[in-house]
């Protein structure tokens, strides 16, 4: 359903309880964990419009004209979420880009696992362009009595919720659960997320495609080659394709669901397995873009079917609309197949 037009706005909050009741046996937690995810985002968000004012007064340990201490930001958006979800009780952990370890909350039999990338592309605050914060849900295996590491490394199939927030031209926030990519506006006049669609699908072919080029001489043979198809005229296929790359990966990957093509962050010489953290950003935005009818992999394999090994993992990703990525895996099959004499 497209909201446009209807007369009838719904809410984050009014959408998560109706799903919830979709369930006879539900609980209402995971409800009430998207609800807290959804009232920090909103703290975020403000934030992040008065960012600009902030750097004017100061950095990180500095102090403002309230003689209060400033926060960077990124670690003000990590502080907002781990405390809206340790108010509720039934989260048992989270691991966050912010942290080294996992944070232990208070609801040690909560739940509920939940990876945080509080503020992705935070380089790009200073200069005013969209950044966003990602997060992964899992539950935790019940059968269990040591919370550790071990319980949070799971693949990303096992998710039970993702989504990220938007912090571009509106304060968009998208997640799932598994039933399709539902996304919202923040109406700043009245501090509400408004739906504006229920079941996104995105575009099978695109005709963007978006990657740093800066690092083109590391790249494998494969993804060269690709990155010329992109580039060459042909009428049929309507390239040559356009680049895009904001690098906030929230931006890039949000563009990629409402238009379509591909977004790739490839190992290379400077990152032998990929800059993009597997638990926090790769796996929650995959599971979105599946949900939407697209497709994640590593290059070789689905990303969500990566058994991780660490919390903090890095992974080589190429994701988007599902003709495009497929496109893609022929160029990387053929060209690793002509570099090892395999025919
Ligand atoms: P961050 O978590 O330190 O912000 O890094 C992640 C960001 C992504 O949002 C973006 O896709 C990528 O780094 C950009 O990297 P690069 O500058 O190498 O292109
Ligand atoms: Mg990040």
């Not at 919830?20 to 934030?47: H, M, V, Y």
Request: charged residues 25%; hydrophobic residues 35%; glycine residues 10%.
């Amino acid at each position: 359903m497209n909201n446009k037009g209807n007369k009838r706005v719904i809410t984050l909050e009014e959408f998560i309880i109706r799903g919830q009741n979709r369930f006879p046996g539900a609980t209402g937690e995971l409800s009430q964990l998207l609800r807290d995810i959804g009232l920090a985002a909103k703290i975020i968000s403000r934030e992040v419009n008065k960012a600009g004012i902030t750097n004017i007064l100061g950095e990180e340990g500095s102090q403002n004209i309230h003689g209060e201490s400033v926060k960077k930001l990124d670690l003000f958006a990590d502080d907002q979420l781990i405390s809206a979800l340790d108010r509720s009780n039934i989260t048992c952990m989270v691991i966050s880009e912010e942290n080294d370890g996992i944070v232990r909350l208070s609801a040690d039999a909560g739940k509920y696992i939940v990876y945080l990338d509080p503020l992705d592309g935070s380089s790009n605050i200073d200069v005013n362009v969209s950044i966003g914060s990602i997060f992964s849900v899992y539950m935790r295996k019940m059968d269990k009595d040591v919370l550790g590491k071990e319980e949070a490394l799971q693949p990303g199939v096992k998710q039970v919720a993702a989504g990220y927030v938007l912090y571009g031209s509106s304060t968009i926030m998208a997640y799932t659960t598994g039933l399709g990519v539902s996304v919202f506006t923040l109406d700043p006049s009245i501090g509400e997320f408004i739906l504006c669609n229920d079941d996104i699908k995105m575009p099978e072919y695109g005709t963007v495609y978006s990657l740093n080029e800066g690092y083109y001489n590391s790249w494998d043979l494969g993804l060269k080659k690709y990155i010329k198809y992109c580039q060459v005229e042909d009428n049929a296929t309507k390239r040559p394709y356009k680049a895009r790359y904001i690098g906030s990966m929230v931006a890039d990957l949000h563009r990629t669901l409402m238009q379509g093509g591909i977004f790739i962050y490839p190992h290379s010489s400077k990152y032998p397995n990929g800059k993009l953290r597997l638990m926090y950003e790769c796996n929650p935005l995959s599971f979105i873009i599946e949900q939407a009818g697209g497709i994640a992999i590593n290059g070789e394999n689905r990303i969500m079917e990566i058994e991780p090994r660490s919390i903090h993992q890095r992974t080589p990703i190429y994701i988007g609309s599902k003709q495009n990525v497929l496109k893609l895996k022929e160029f990387l099959d053929t060209y690793s197949e002509e570099a090892t004499g395999v025919s």
